[in-house]
């Protein structure tokens, strides 16, 4: 499967993005899926996910309450609606497509990873 990540942009503090993470080649509805955000001289870490069903959800503590992950799998879509956003939310951020259904925040149970969609908070 092959994910395409969209959205990104420059936004000032308190202000809201809504990022998409497209996938295409095999279905993906069993699997879950995630975001993860990376910046430099760190470890990519992760922000939510959503089981196959869209029915469970998890976020990092971090973005609880301002982030929200869904997703429409008629469509093969992931979103994230970012909202009242941080300076410490810039990032480049991954859509990530899980081994299984439930929800995990360990990078190596995810087989296929999107090409990144940068977001750049000011303050």
């Known amino acids: 499967v092959q994910l395409q990540a969209s959205g990104g942009g420059l936004v000032q503090a308190g202000g809201s993005l809504r990022l998409s993470c497209k996938a295409s080649g095999r279905t993906y509805s069993r699997n879950m899926m995630a975001w993860f955000r990376q910046v430099p001289g760190k470890e990519r870490e992760f922000v939510a996910g959503v089981s196959w069903g869209g029915a469970d959800t998890s976020y990092a503590e971090s973005v609880r309450g301002r982030f929200t992950i869904s997703r429409d799998n008629a469509k093969n879509m992931v979103y994230l609606q970012m909202d009242s956003l941080k300076p410490e939310d810039t990032a480049v951020y991954y859509c990530?497509?899980?081994?299984?259904?439930?929800?995990?925040?360990?990078?190596?149970?995810?087989?296929?990873w999107g090409q990144g969609t940068q977001v750049t908070v000011s303050s």
């Open positions: 990530a497509r899980g081994r299984t259904p439930v929800i995990t925040t360990r990078k190596e149970l995810y087989d296929s």
